[in-house]
Structure formats: C-alpha cells, structure tokens
C-alpha cells in the first residue's frame, strides 16, 4: 500500500496476517504541504512494529525492514504467530513508529486480524 502519511494525519490501514504463512505489508511515507507530495529519507530511520490487544496489552515489538527506497516492511514468517499465547488472539491493533533523528513518530496503525 503506498499512501501519503505525515502529520497531521497518522495513516490508517486495518490488516488481516494469515497464522501459517511468510507475508509482509509495506508502505511508504510521504509528507505534503498540501499540493507536493514528498517522500521521507529514511536512510537513518528505525521502524518498529506494534502487535497489541484493543486494551493496549503488547502482544510483540519488533524492527520493520526498511528498503533503499524508504519501503517500510512488516514481515512475519510462517512460524511467527505459532506460540501458544497467539491461540485466542484474533483481533488486535498495530501500529508502526519510526524514530529518525531521535524523534519518534507514529506513522501506521490499524486493527489486526488474524486468520
């Protein structure tokens, strides 16, 4: 998905990860004034990555992949949601935060569903 995200809105994009399979959910962000569209350098960026429960229980925390093309990636393999404690969890939230230049932002996020 590429979508324009910059403050002031946060984008939002509800995701369904199937349990069993290697599966990855991309994005880019840009910023705009309004009439241009710019990409954000993320060269010196760090992506993380957010599961939690809708009552804010983090569920896991890991690094996104970021691309030379300033792609932000969550990727999950086909193991990654096998543990005992992902048995009853079919619905959450994510969320994606990129801390660049020692500032965190909130760029993603959404419902997560599993299948």
């Given at each position: 998905?590429?979508g324009?995200?910059g403050?002031p809105q946060?984008?939002?994009?509800?995701?369904?990860l199937?349990r069993?399979?290697?599966?990855?959910v991309?994005f880019?962000?840009?910023k705009?004034d309004?009439?241009t569209?710019?990409?954000?350098?993320l060269?010196?960026?760090i992506?993380?990555?957010?599961?939690e429960?809708?009552?804010?229980?983090?569920?896991s925390?890991?690094?996104a992949?970021?691309?030379?093309?300033s792609?932000?990636s969550?990727?999950?393999?086909s193991v990654?949601?096998?543990g005992?404690?992902w048995?009853?969890?079919?619905?959450?939230a994510?969320?994606?935060h990129?801390e660049?230049?020692?500032?965190i932002?909130?760029?993603?996020?959404g419902y997560?569903?599993?299948s």
């Amino acid at each position: 998905m590429n979508g324009v995200m910059g403050r002031p809105q946060l984008h939002r994009q509800d995701i369904i990860l199937s349990r069993s399979a290697d599966q990855s959910v991309g994005f880019r962000w840009y910023k705009t004034d309004g009439t241009t569209k710019t990409l954000v350098d993320l060269t010196y960026a760090i992506a993380t990555v957010r599961f939690e429960s809708l009552t804010g229980e983090v569920w896991s925390e890991f690094d996104a992949r970021i691309y030379d093309d300033s792609l932000i990636s969550i990727e999950t393999d086909s193991v990654f949601f096998s543990g005992p404690e992902w048995a009853s969890r079919t619905t959450g939230a994510w969320s994606v935060h990129v801390e660049l230049f020692s500032k965190i932002t909130q760029v993603a996020g959404g419902y997560l569903y599993l299948s």
